[in-house]
């Protein structure tokens, strides 16, 4: 593919630039881009109110923000990351560009259900730009009643409005995953021959769909409550907060799901690329996506071990807590199990997807310590949990969005970024974040508080180290910004597919053309059909 | 035909009122505990009824009468987990008592406060400022000891644990008399493992903690009864 | 006795799929599909509230009956039956639709919403008598209820303007949804069939909800 071809050859990109073709849009892959611009200013947002966390968090005494401010910030990262960075993160991006693709369609079920999805997180995302510059929230991302509901100060009821948008972008996009992937699989694309990916889409939109309703009625009840004096938590009235608590965790827990499932995703998609391998026990990488979705909506009372639940409660979803792991546990060995004897190359995508393997392991496991009832005891509401949820969330989500983003890249563009500065941004946000985050697994243990500005002097050198590898996770963060523009203009030009990967995505060109396929494909082979020889069970299967 | 499911479609309407109309008038039978479970349960059918044939669902495909039970069945779940914290509640905390028990008194403005918001904070134990009137405990350093050991079960209640501030749990207990209580919490006692599960901490500081709660609940403290529990 | 399939087929080609989709069979599976799974999230999204509701009357159940009994129950049911009726004279709609009864499909879709709009105005009329009677503890508004149960009672009746008021705003929703059936009836339009047939399961699920609010929230007391 030359570059005169490309220039001539009309596709989703070039063929319209007006800015009113891509605020009209109803291309799921221009939709795709709209999502990733939000969403990456979003990561900024929330990223800068990390750095003044861990700007304070450098020293003991309260100095660089009163004790007001910290709680704001903590909050506004929290609802930035949460809400309008990790849940649309790669299903709205990724996803949107790319299941269409991987399923054969010409785009998805509903696409102005879709563009809708985009214009409700803007509109969402502008109820919380309004929250943060008329003062934020103190109440931290999890508004926990009575404090928001009846005694906060802050603009709590423009945060819940923008969430409870937000949350309708989530639950359309999900309802439009699910009619998609059930009704537009082209001839021959069986459940069974579905790419990882897809199904991991699918799993998150089941989730999506239904958890966030309930999210949405929960903060409805405290936007009410302040607007109109409804006291359905009110203790003074008989209302009990630990209700509220039950009602934000159901949606909550599995919405950490909705955020690391479509990672998982991508996971499988690039290590049995650069491992030139079948996916080891397709069967049951499918299997434990649907089982973490399921499972994963029945644990959520163990965030209130210490809250007031009853202790016999806790039994009950400590339980089930530990439950979760084992599919979990299963993708991860089946990754591992996916490299052995596998042709393994170390180009950008795989340094994130081992690196998400590896972290989202550390992540998982600390989650099963949390989820010990007595041990959970003394580590609520510290450093480890921070530390835990951080390794999955950034650990392995992050990873796996830059991982994918990487991956899928040229087919996006049609260009190439420069594979050096990619690994070079890759090790240096591992190396950041380890150095971030592994500090706040000992300062849990130790003792320390979350949501705290201040602490005791004997905190400070892992403190220090914790707000050392934060100017270094955040120069990784900022590499692949500038490489990636970069590549826009000056990258080399990709052909349809440069990684010689399977998947259908792969057999159009790069871009593709607005109507994504020239003929629309019949699926003959199983997913992953990659050269090295399958065990004789798979061979006799066909 | 269309004679036909009009008619069908009037016969479900008659039914759906005669069920509302049933429903209804159970409501002014007094049957017990059978009055709720049988409005929710008539109310159920009734939108079995409506979903079956007004919403088509008896000619549905498959995928969507999977949608629409899974939303019901979510629902029930939900229902169902959280009713096992709310039903399983045994304490003072137990449904039907989400209000204080009469009695509670919130312990004495200022006997609580919260040293870990101020800037600085180290828990490397303060002079202890001078306590008013003659007392037998030091409470300053009782404080301490609380906020670091004893608060993670006398905070909120945990086992059965009389929560710091609970004036009326608290003066029960000092029926037996001081020491006898302060003994329990070097010795264990039920639920309390001994010292509060840190062999580290000498009598004196039990005993100081345990001052401590008396005083953060409001009770008056006597008179250090003069003989040493242990050499410090 | 077989209830038929609802799947129609359109006379002639005067309608074509979407672009995404093959063929009509898909795009009306997956407009049906689509629906019933927003209906599966407003399930959860109402169920949120039901939990909340009856955690509540478990927990004080003399304060929710006392307060319950305090509601217009002639009014109530006057409106469930209403309500019913409205999802009786929507499915006479979708019937009016395959054969292409332009005038009975206006017809209905028009007593339809009539319906509704009786609805809200009934409701109207209980709110504007809980108002006076100051059983509202909303805007600040003064709550008067008997001791002992006055505090309950004013969680029971946040619950009832939280419920009904959701309510109403999804009926509103449906209102608007079945005028645009009916202008879309009037004026003509492709696909007409299946977007009746489709607007018109929100409309019983508005209904649905309420068949479940009415006893929750009505039939608490024990009258008589």
Known sequence: MTTVGISLRKHYLNHDYSLRSWLTTIDHKRIAWLYLVSITAFFFFGGAAATLIRLELATPAGDVVETETYNRLFSLHGIAMVWFFLVPSIPATLGNFLIPLMIGARDVAFPRLNLLSWYLYGIGGSFTLAMAITGGVDTGWTFYTPFSSLFANGQVVLAV??????????ILTGLNFIVTIHKMRAPGLYWTRLPLFVWANYATAIIMVLATPVLAITLLLIALERIFGIGIFDPKVGGDPVLFQHLFWFYSHPAVYIMILPGMGVVSEIITCFARKHVFGYDGMAFALLAI????????????FVAGESIYAGVIFSLLSFMVAVPSGIKVFNWAATLYKGSVSFETPMLYALGFVGLFTIGGLTGITVAATAVDVHLHDTYFVIAHFHYIMVGGMVMAYFGGLHFWWSKMTGRMYPDVWGRIAAITIF??????????????YLGMPRRYHTYPDEFQLLNVL???GAPVLALGYLLPLFYLLYSLRWGPVAG?????????????PSPPPEHNFDHLPVVTEEPYAYGLPKRDSDAARG | MDERKRRNHLG???LLLGLLGLNVALSFLDLGILNPILTIALAALQALIIVAFFMYMRSAAPVPRIAAATGFFWLLLMIGLTLTDYQTRFEDIALGRLLPEPGWESPPAGAVPNPLTEPGYSPAPQQPAPTPGPTAFDTASGEHIYISVCIVCHGEGLGGAPRAGDKAAWLKRTEQGVDTLAAHAVNGFKGMPPKGGHPELSEQDIHNAVGYMLYASG???????GSKLESD | MAYRSVIPTPPGAEAR????????????????LGMWIFLASEILFFGGLFMTYIIYRAAYPEAFEAASSRLDLLLGGLNTAILLTSSLTMTLADDAVLPRNRKALIGWLAVTALLGAVFLAIKGIEYSREFREHLAPVFGRRFEFPEPHAEQARLFFSFYFALTGLHALHLLIGIMVVLLMLALAIRGAPRLEAKVIIAGLYWHLVDLIWVFVFPLLYLAARHG
């Open chain 1, 161 to 170: 409005v923008g969430v409870i948008i937000v949350g309708f972008s989530s």
């Open chain 1, 293 to 304: 979705a399921l499972i994963g909506f029945l644990v959520w009372g163990h965030h209130l």
């Open chain 1, 431 to 444: 190396i950041g974040f380890n150095l971030t985050f592994f500090p706040q697994f000992v300062l849990g």
């Open chain 1, 466 to 468: 914790s707000s050392a």
């Open chain 1, 496 to 508: 349809p597919n440069p990684w010689e990967a399977k998947g259908l995505e792969w057999q159009t």
């Open chain 2, 12 to 14: 479900i309407w008659l």
């Open chain 2, 219 to 225: 009770i008056e403290l006597p008179k250090r009864s």
């Open chain 3, 17 to 32: 799929p979407a672009p995404q989709f093959d063929s009509l069979r898909q795009q009306y599976e997956a407009d049906t």
